[in-house]
C-alpha cells in the first residue's frame, strides 16, 4: 500500500513538473523567453512588440547614469501587459548623446556614452528588420530621451515606405514622450509646482518618476544640496517623491497603450 501511494505521489510530481515546463514563463521580456517559447508566444497572437529605447547619460549627482534605461525597460513592461498581445524587445542603451571631441551636452560629464546619429539609426533599424523577419507586424519604438525623437521618426518612416507592402509597420508614437515631458509636468504645475522646480533634467518631475518605478535610482541622501545647472541639474529636486512620480508613471502608460491600440487596428 505504501509503495503503490509513493509512486502515485511520484507521478503526481512528474505531471505537475511537466505541465509547468509547458507553461511559458510570465514574462513579457523577449530576452527572458527561448526561443520556442517565443514561437509559441506569436502563433498565439502576440505579434506586437515594444522597442524600449533609453540612453547613458549623466543625470545631476542624486540619480544614476542608467535612469532612462531602467525607466523605459519598467514603463515598456506595464505597457505590454496593459495592451496583452505585446512583447518588449532588451533595452537599447547606447543612443546619440553629443560629440566626444570637443564634448557637447551631456559627454561634458564622466560616465555618458554616445554613438553618432547615423549608427544609431541603424542599430534601430536592424533590430526592427530581425524583429520582422520573425513575425512581428507592429514595431513601437519607445524612445524615453529627447534627443533621438526626430531619428526614431525618420527610421520608422524610412521602414514604413520600404515595407508597405507587407503589412509589417514601425510606430514612432509621440504620446509616450509627449505625456513624459509636456503633460506630466502640466499636471505637476497644477498641483501648485513652479516651472522652474519641475524642470527638464534631474529636477522634480525626472527625479519624483525614478522614485516611483526604482527608488535604487536615485541617491535620495543627495537631495537636500542646491540644485546647480553646472552639476547637470535643470530643476529642483529637492520635493521629489514617488507619490508625485506615480502619477506620471500612470499617465505615461495610459497614454501610450491607448495610443498604440489605436496604431495597431488592422482596418
Not at 516611483?212 to 553646472?230: G, I, K, N
Request: charged share 20%; proline share 6%; net charge neutral.
Amino acid at each position: 500500500m505504501i509503495i503503490d501511494r509513493l509512486k502515485w505521489l511520484c507521478a503526481l510530481v512528474v505531471l505537475a513538473a511537466t505541465a509547468a515546463h509547458a507553461q511559458p514563463p510570465n514574462t513579457v521580456f523577449l530576452e527572458e523567453l527561448t526561443w520556442t517559447e517565443l514561437r509559441g508566444e506569436l502563433a498565439a497572437g502576440k505579434t506586437t512588440i515594444l522597442i524600449p529605447i533609453g540612453g547613458t547619460e549623466q543625470n545631476g549627482p542624486a540619480m544614476v547614469l542608467g535612469k532612462h534605461n531602467v525607466r523605459v525597460k519598467l514603463l515598456a513592461e506595464r505597457i505590454a501587459r496593459s495592451l496583452g498581445n505585446a512583447l518588449v524587445a532588451p533595452v537599447l542603451a547606447y543612443v546619440a548623446e553629443g560629440n566626444i571631441d570637443p564634448p557637447t551636452a551631456h559627454m561634458r560629464f564622466p560616465g555618458t556614452i554616445t554613438v553618432p546619429e547615423p549608427v544609431f539609426e541603424q542599430v534601430v533599424e536592424s533590430a526592427a528588420h530581425s524583429l520582422k523577419h520573425h513575425g512581428f507586424r507592429d514595431i513601437v519604438l519607445l524612445g524615453d530621451h529627447g534627443g533621438y525623437q526626430r531619428a526614431l521618426r525618420a527610421v520608422a518612416a524610412r521602414l514604413n515606405r520600404a515595407w508597405a507592402a507587407d503589412g509589417a509597420r514601425v510606430h514612432a508614437l509621440p504620446e509616450y514622450y509627449h505625456a513624459a515631458e509636456t503633460e506630466y509636468p502640466q499636471l505637476l504645475k497644477q498641483r501648485g509646482y513652479r516651472a522652474e522646480e519641475i524642470g527638464i533634467h534631474a529636477g522634480l518631475a525626472d527625479t519624483s518618476l525614478a522614485l516611483a518605478l526604482d527608488p535604487h535610482l536615485v541617491r535620495t541622501e543627495r537631495l537636500h544640496a542646491e540644485p546647480r545647472a553646472a552639476d547637470g541639474v535643470y530643476g529642483d529636486p529637492r520635493r521629489a517623491s514617488a507619490e508625485l512620480g506615480r502619477l506620471g508613471v500612470d499617465l505615461i502608460v495610459a497614454r501610450t497603450v491607448e495610443a498604440i491600440r489605436k496604431a495597431t487596428v488592422r482596418r
